[in-house]
Protein backbone atom coordinates (compact mmCIF):
# COMPACT_ATOMS: atom_id res chain seq x y z
CA UNK A 1 0.00 0.00 0.00
CA UNK A 2 3.03 2.00 -0.06
CA UNK A 3 3.07 3.38 -3.65
CA UNK A 4 -1.01 4.30 -3.43
CA UNK A 5 -0.54 8.04 -2.69
CA UNK A 6 1.87 8.43 -5.87
CA UNK A 7 2.03 5.53 -7.94
CA UNK A 8 3.93 7.49 -10.56
CA UNK A 9 6.22 8.57 -8.50
CA UNK A 10 7.76 6.24 -6.07
CA UNK A 11 10.15 8.67 -4.71
CA UNK A 12 7.90 11.36 -3.96
CA UNK A 13 5.63 8.71 -2.15
CA UNK A 14 8.65 7.21 -0.29
CA UNK A 15 9.36 10.85 0.50
CA UNK A 16 5.54 11.70 2.17
CA UNK A 17 5.77 7.62 3.89
CA UNK A 18 8.96 8.64 5.74
CA UNK A 19 7.67 12.24 6.64
CA UNK A 20 4.58 10.38 8.24
CA UNK A 21 6.53 8.01 10.17
CA UNK A 22 8.85 10.55 11.06
CA UNK A 23 5.97 12.79 12.45
CA UNK A 24 4.96 9.72 13.97
CA UNK A 25 8.14 9.00 15.91
CA UNK A 26 8.63 12.82 16.59
CA UNK A 27 4.94 12.95 18.56
CA UNK A 28 5.77 9.62 20.43
CA UNK A 29 9.24 11.20 21.78
CA UNK A 30 7.54 14.54 22.77
CA UNK A 31 4.25 12.95 24.61
CA UNK A 32 6.33 9.23 26.12
CA UNK A 33 8.43 11.80 28.25
CA UNK A 34 5.60 12.74 29.96
CA UNK A 35 3.65 9.22 29.84
CA UNK A 36 3.59 7.70 33.17
CA UNK A 37 2.29 4.03 33.63
CA UNK A 38 1.33 3.65 37.10
CA UNK A 39 -0.80 7.52 37.03
CA UNK A 40 -2.61 6.07 33.94
CA UNK A 41 -3.28 2.71 35.67
CA UNK A 42 -4.70 4.97 38.55
CA UNK A 43 -6.66 7.29 36.13
CA UNK A 44 -8.12 4.28 33.95
CA UNK A 45 -9.32 2.98 37.16
CA UNK A 46 -11.40 6.21 37.68
CA UNK A 47 -12.60 5.94 34.56
CA UNK A 48 -16.53 6.65 33.86
CA UNK A 49 -17.64 3.86 30.98
CA UNK A 50 -20.75 5.15 30.37
CA UNK A 51 -19.23 7.60 29.17
CA UNK A 52 -16.85 5.65 27.12
CA UNK A 53 -19.59 3.89 25.51
CA UNK A 54 -21.52 7.12 25.19
CA UNK A 55 -18.35 8.93 23.20
CA UNK A 56 -17.87 5.51 20.67
CA UNK A 57 -21.53 6.30 19.67
CA UNK A 58 -20.82 9.75 18.75
CA UNK A 59 -17.76 8.80 17.28
CA UNK A 60 -19.43 6.12 14.66
CA UNK A 61 -22.38 8.05 14.22
CA UNK A 62 -20.52 10.64 12.80
CA UNK A 63 -19.36 9.06 10.18
CA UNK A 64 -22.34 7.18 8.88
CA UNK A 65 -23.78 10.90 8.89
CA UNK A 66 -20.49 11.66 6.77
CA UNK A 67 -22.11 8.49 4.44
CA UNK A 68 -25.30 10.63 4.15
CA UNK A 69 -23.59 13.99 2.73
CA UNK A 70 -21.76 11.96 0.56
CA UNK A 71 -24.98 10.18 -1.03
CA UNK A 72 -26.85 13.71 -1.10
CA UNK A 73 -23.11 15.45 -3.13
CA UNK A 74 -23.74 12.39 -5.51
CA UNK A 75 -27.27 13.33 -5.92
CA UNK A 76 -27.03 14.81 -9.58
CA UNK A 77 -25.01 11.67 -10.97
CA UNK A 78 -27.39 8.86 -9.63
CA UNK A 79 -29.51 7.36 -6.82
CA UNK A 80 -26.57 6.56 -4.43
CA UNK A 81 -28.29 4.20 -1.61
CA UNK A 82 -26.79 4.92 1.81
CA UNK A 83 -26.42 1.20 3.02
CA UNK A 84 -23.86 1.45 -0.03
CA UNK A 85 -22.37 5.34 0.84
CA UNK A 86 -21.84 4.33 4.63
CA UNK A 87 -20.16 0.63 4.13
CA UNK A 88 -17.72 2.16 1.83
CA UNK A 89 -16.77 5.03 4.61
CA UNK A 90 -16.25 2.58 7.04
CA UNK A 91 -14.70 0.70 5.10
CA UNK A 92 -12.11 3.53 3.93
CA UNK A 93 -11.50 4.34 7.86
CA UNK A 94 -10.43 0.70 8.13
CA UNK A 95 -7.86 0.99 5.63
CA UNK A 96 -6.66 4.15 7.12
CA UNK A 97 -5.85 2.49 10.14
CA UNK A 98 -3.48 0.21 8.85
CA UNK A 99 -2.10 2.14 6.06
CA UNK A 100 -0.15 4.62 6.05
CA UNK A 101 -0.93 8.12 3.73
CA UNK A 102 -4.73 7.26 4.31
CA UNK A 103 -4.99 5.94 1.54
CA UNK A 104 -8.52 4.55 2.06
CA UNK A 105 -10.29 7.50 0.16
CA UNK A 106 -9.51 5.88 -2.93
CA UNK A 107 -10.49 2.84 -1.40
CA UNK A 108 -14.18 4.03 -0.47
CA UNK A 109 -14.27 6.49 -3.94
CA UNK A 110 -13.68 3.22 -5.66
CA UNK A 111 -16.18 0.75 -3.68
CA UNK A 112 -19.14 3.16 -4.19
CA UNK A 113 -17.86 4.05 -8.06
CA UNK A 114 -18.31 0.68 -8.58
CA UNK A 115 -21.79 -0.32 -6.08
CA UNK A 116 -23.44 2.68 -8.04
CA UNK A 117 -22.29 2.95 -11.43
CA UNK A 118 -20.66 6.07 -10.73
CA UNK A 119 -17.82 7.63 -12.94
CA UNK A 120 -14.98 7.08 -10.10
CA UNK A 121 -13.54 10.72 -11.66
CA UNK A 122 -16.60 12.12 -10.58
CA UNK A 123 -16.71 9.95 -6.45
CA UNK A 124 -13.49 11.39 -6.49
CA UNK A 125 -14.37 15.05 -7.27
CA UNK A 126 -17.10 14.53 -4.56
CA UNK A 127 -14.49 13.30 -1.98
CA UNK A 128 -12.54 17.07 -2.66
CA UNK A 129 -16.03 18.55 -2.29
CA UNK A 130 -15.97 16.81 1.31
CA UNK A 131 -12.67 18.07 2.23
CA UNK A 132 -13.29 22.08 1.08
CA UNK A 133 -16.79 21.80 2.95
CA UNK A 134 -14.96 20.63 5.93
CA UNK A 135 -12.23 23.50 5.30
CA UNK A 136 -14.68 25.72 5.63
CA UNK A 137 -16.92 24.48 8.79
CA UNK A 138 -13.73 24.07 10.70
CA UNK A 139 -12.32 27.54 9.84
CA UNK A 140 -15.97 29.05 10.80
CA UNK A 141 -16.17 27.14 14.73
CA UNK A 142 -12.59 28.45 15.16
CA UNK A 143 -13.41 31.80 14.85
CA UNK A 144 -16.42 31.90 16.69
CA UNK A 145 -14.69 29.81 19.20
CA UNK A 146 -12.22 32.19 19.55
CA UNK A 147 -14.88 34.79 20.63
CA UNK A 148 -15.46 32.80 23.89
CA UNK A 149 -12.40 31.21 24.56
CA UNK A 150 -8.92 32.97 25.05
CA UNK A 151 -6.77 31.00 22.51
CA UNK A 152 -2.83 31.83 23.06
CA UNK A 153 -1.10 34.05 20.78
CA UNK A 154 0.55 31.39 18.68
CA UNK A 155 -2.73 29.81 18.24
CA UNK A 156 -4.88 32.95 17.38
CA UNK A 157 -1.96 33.55 14.46
CA UNK A 158 -2.68 29.90 13.47
CA UNK A 159 -6.39 30.36 13.28
CA UNK A 160 -5.94 33.90 11.46
CA UNK A 161 -3.92 32.41 8.85
CA UNK A 162 -6.15 29.41 8.48
CA UNK A 163 -9.04 32.22 8.20
CA UNK A 164 -7.35 34.14 5.75
CA UNK A 165 -6.60 30.95 3.20
CA UNK A 166 -9.73 29.77 3.51
CA UNK A 167 -11.09 33.06 2.24
CA UNK A 168 -8.79 32.81 -0.59
CA UNK A 169 -9.51 29.65 -1.62
CA UNK A 170 -13.52 30.24 -1.32
CA UNK A 171 -12.65 33.38 -3.61
CA UNK A 172 -11.73 31.14 -6.13
CA UNK A 173 -13.92 28.79 -6.03
CA UNK A 174 -17.08 31.25 -6.45
CA UNK A 175 -14.89 32.81 -9.25
CA UNK A 176 -14.74 29.38 -11.17
CA UNK A 177 -18.34 28.56 -10.37
CA UNK A 178 -19.11 31.64 -12.09
CA UNK A 179 -16.81 31.68 -14.96
CA UNK A 180 -18.39 28.03 -15.41
CA UNK A 181 -21.87 29.60 -15.06
CA UNK A 182 -21.42 31.89 -18.08
CA UNK A 183 -19.97 29.19 -20.32
CA UNK A 184 -22.72 27.10 -19.38
CA UNK A 185 -25.35 30.05 -20.14
CA UNK A 186 -23.82 29.95 -23.85
CA UNK A 187 -24.97 26.12 -24.67
CA UNK A 188 -27.84 24.72 -25.43
CA UNK A 189 -27.95 21.62 -23.11
CA UNK A 190 -25.52 19.24 -20.78
CA UNK A 191 -23.90 17.92 -24.28
CA UNK A 192 -23.15 20.84 -25.61
CA UNK A 193 -21.73 22.82 -22.91
CA UNK A 194 -19.13 19.21 -22.43
CA UNK A 195 -18.38 20.19 -26.70
CA UNK A 196 -17.76 24.09 -26.01
CA UNK A 197 -15.70 22.77 -22.81
CA UNK A 198 -13.04 21.35 -24.19
CA UNK A 199 -10.30 18.99 -22.05
CA UNK A 200 -10.52 16.95 -19.34
CA UNK A 201 -9.35 19.83 -16.33
CA UNK A 202 -13.41 21.80 -17.77
CA UNK A 203 -14.88 18.16 -17.60
CA UNK A 204 -14.04 18.13 -13.84
CA UNK A 205 -15.20 21.61 -13.33
CA UNK A 206 -18.31 20.74 -14.71
CA UNK A 207 -18.68 17.98 -13.04
CA UNK A 208 -18.05 20.04 -9.54
CA UNK A 209 -20.48 22.59 -10.82
CA UNK A 210 -23.11 20.32 -11.04
CA UNK A 211 -23.03 19.16 -7.32
CA UNK A 212 -22.20 22.80 -6.50
CA UNK A 213 -25.51 24.46 -7.59
CA UNK A 214 -27.84 21.26 -6.57
CA UNK A 215 -30.33 21.48 -4.54
CA UNK A 216 -28.71 18.46 -2.61
CA UNK A 217 -25.85 20.22 -2.40
CA UNK A 218 -27.30 22.65 0.35
CA UNK A 219 -28.93 19.59 2.37
CA UNK A 220 -25.58 18.36 1.93
CA UNK A 221 -23.73 21.20 3.72
CA UNK A 222 -26.47 21.16 6.16
CA UNK A 223 -25.92 17.23 6.99
CA UNK A 224 -22.26 18.65 7.01
CA UNK A 225 -22.69 20.52 10.57
CA UNK A 226 -23.64 16.98 12.33
CA UNK A 227 -20.62 15.25 11.27
CA UNK A 228 -17.92 17.48 13.23
CA UNK A 229 -21.24 18.09 16.26
CA UNK A 230 -21.07 14.55 16.91
CA UNK A 231 -17.38 14.01 16.65
CA UNK A 232 -16.81 16.93 19.56
CA UNK A 233 -19.54 14.97 21.59
CA UNK A 234 -17.62 12.05 21.31
CA UNK A 235 -14.39 13.73 22.09
CA UNK A 236 -16.05 15.63 25.18
CA UNK A 237 -17.77 12.06 26.19
CA UNK A 238 -13.94 10.51 26.88
CA UNK A 239 -12.78 13.78 28.75
CA UNK A 240 -15.83 13.80 31.01
CA UNK A 241 -15.13 9.72 31.14
CA UNK A 242 -11.87 10.48 32.13
CA UNK A 243 -11.83 13.27 34.82
CA UNK A 244 -11.39 15.93 32.67
CA UNK A 245 -13.76 18.18 33.12
CA UNK A 246 -13.73 20.82 30.21
CA UNK A 247 -16.30 22.47 28.65
CA UNK A 248 -17.98 21.77 25.15
CA UNK A 249 -15.85 24.64 23.17
CA UNK A 250 -12.86 23.03 24.87
CA UNK A 251 -13.73 19.99 22.94
CA UNK A 252 -14.40 21.93 20.05
CA UNK A 253 -11.10 23.57 20.07
CA UNK A 254 -8.83 20.38 21.11
CA UNK A 255 -10.52 18.79 17.80
CA UNK A 256 -9.36 21.11 15.43
CA UNK A 257 -6.04 20.86 16.64
CA UNK A 258 -6.03 16.98 16.47
CA UNK A 259 -7.66 17.32 12.68
CA UNK A 260 -5.28 19.72 11.59
CA UNK A 261 -2.42 17.73 12.92
CA UNK A 262 -3.48 14.57 11.92
CA UNK A 263 -3.99 16.37 8.32
CA UNK A 264 -0.59 15.99 7.18
CA UNK A 265 1.37 13.10 5.79
CA UNK A 266 1.07 10.42 8.77
CA UNK A 267 1.63 7.10 10.04
CA UNK A 268 -1.37 4.14 10.17
CA UNK A 269 -4.19 5.08 12.33
CA UNK A 270 -2.37 8.51 12.52
CA UNK A 271 -0.91 7.17 15.44
CA UNK A 272 1.97 9.52 17.44
CA UNK A 273 0.80 12.52 15.88
CA UNK A 274 -2.37 12.01 17.03
CA UNK A 275 -1.13 11.88 21.03
CA UNK A 276 0.85 14.78 19.91
CA UNK A 277 -1.60 17.08 19.03
CA UNK A 278 -4.16 15.77 21.44
CA UNK A 279 -1.69 17.15 24.04
CA UNK A 280 -0.73 20.26 22.43
CA UNK A 281 -4.67 21.05 22.42
CA UNK A 282 -5.08 20.19 25.91
CA UNK A 283 -2.40 22.65 26.52
CA UNK A 284 -4.44 25.57 25.63
CA UNK A 285 -6.52 24.65 28.35
CA UNK A 286 -3.76 23.84 31.46
CA UNK A 287 -3.92 20.59 31.51
CA UNK A 288 -1.09 19.10 33.19
CA UNK A 289 0.99 17.12 30.55
CA UNK A 290 1.25 13.99 32.13
CA UNK A 291 -2.41 14.03 31.88
CA UNK A 292 -2.89 15.04 28.81
CA UNK A 293 -0.50 12.51 27.78
CA UNK A 294 -2.16 9.37 29.08
CA UNK A 295 -5.44 10.64 28.21
CA UNK A 296 -4.21 11.20 24.30
CA UNK A 297 -3.65 7.51 24.36
CA UNK A 298 -6.46 6.74 26.07
CA UNK A 299 -9.08 8.63 23.32
CA UNK A 300 -6.77 6.79 21.06
CA UNK A 301 -7.58 3.91 21.74
CA UNK A 302 -10.95 4.12 23.14
CA UNK A 303 -12.10 6.05 19.26
CA UNK A 304 -9.91 3.66 16.85
CA UNK A 305 -10.98 0.24 18.11
CA UNK A 306 -14.87 1.36 17.40
CA UNK A 307 -14.34 1.87 13.73
CA UNK A 308 -11.86 -0.86 13.38
CA UNK A 309 -14.46 -3.34 14.58
CA UNK A 310 -16.97 -1.44 12.03
CA UNK A 311 -14.87 -0.81 9.22
CA UNK A 312 -13.33 -4.32 8.51
CA UNK A 313 -16.86 -6.26 8.10
CA UNK A 314 -17.38 -3.49 5.78
CA UNK A 315 -14.26 -4.41 3.86
CA UNK A 316 -15.14 -7.90 3.79
CA UNK A 317 -18.91 -7.37 2.70
CA UNK A 318 -17.56 -4.94 -0.53
CA UNK A 319 -15.77 -8.37 -1.56
CA UNK A 320 -11.99 -7.59 -0.96
CA UNK A 321 -9.55 -8.78 0.98
CA UNK A 322 -6.68 -7.36 2.34
CA UNK A 323 -4.23 -8.84 -0.18
CA UNK A 324 -6.24 -7.72 -3.39
CA UNK A 325 -7.08 -4.26 -1.71
CA UNK A 326 -3.38 -3.34 -2.59
CA UNK A 327 -3.56 -3.82 -5.86
CA UNK A 328 -7.11 -2.81 -6.60
CA UNK A 329 -6.49 0.37 -5.43
CA UNK A 330 -2.96 1.11 -6.53
CA UNK A 331 -4.50 0.46 -10.17
CA UNK A 332 -7.41 3.15 -9.19
CA UNK A 333 -4.83 5.78 -7.88
CA UNK A 334 -3.05 5.40 -11.84
CA UNK A 335 -6.43 5.81 -13.45
CA UNK A 336 -8.10 8.93 -11.14
CA UNK A 337 -4.40 10.54 -11.85
CA UNK A 338 -4.75 10.11 -15.68
CA UNK A 339 -8.04 12.23 -16.11
CA UNK A 340 -11.59 12.19 -14.34
CA UNK A 341 -13.35 8.87 -15.45
Given at each position: ?S ?8 G ?35 VS??W ?6 F??V????QGLRW ?14 A?R???A ?12 G????S ?24 D ?19 R ?9 I ?5 L ?33 V???L ?16 L ?13 M?S??L ?10 L ?9 P ?8 Y ?32 L ?23 S???Q ?6
Amino acid sequence: MSDLIQPRNPGKARILRLLGYGLAIVGLYRVLYYFHIVQFLHELANVSWWWVLLGMVFDVVSYAVQGLRWKLLLTPFGKVRLTHAVRAVYAGLFTNLIFPLRPGEILRSYLLSASEDIGLGRVLGSVGVERFVDLVIATALLAMVSLFVELPRRFQRVADTLGIATLLILGVVVLIIFYIEIKLGTTSGPGAARRRLPGKVMAVLTDLHAMGTAPSFYLAVVTSLLMPLFQVLGLWAMMRSYGLHLSFLAAVVVLLVINLGVSLPNAPANFGSYQLFCVVGLSVFQVEKSTATNFSFFAFVALTLPLALVGFPALLRSGLSLRSMREKVGSLSRQALSGPA
